[in-house]
């Protein structure tokens, strides 16, 4: 189940869904600040309870609570004419 979003451009109409064939990338960076940002990261993951579970560890281990979290999807775009 993917996210859909129509935009007009000049004389076409383009609908954009993400890709569900492509499994959503998920990644976590420690982005905790001592006396230089931490930078640990969990690399790419395909789901979000990965994701909790190394940030779970690396709390654990180093006490740090600070991440940046990005997750990545692939998106088709299906141009169409103007109606
Ligand atoms: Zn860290």
């Known amino acids: 189940m993917g996210k859909t979003t129509r935009y007009r451009f000049r004389e076409y109409h ?8 492509a499994l959503p990338t ?5 982005v905790t600040s001592e006396e230089r940002n931490c930078a640990a990261s969990s690399g790419e993951m395909h ?8 940030i779970a560890g690396h ?9 940046e979290q ?3 999807t692939v998106v088709r775009a299906e141009p169409g004419a103007w109606q």
């Open 14 to 21: 383009v609908t954009t869904a993400t890709d569900p064939m």
């Open 70 to 72: 990005t997750m990545r």
């Open 26 to 30: 998920f990644k976590a960076l420690c």
């Open 47 to 54: 789901a979000p309870e990965e994701l909790t579970r190394w």
């Open 59 to 67: 709390c654990a281990q180093t006490g740090h609570q600070s991440y």
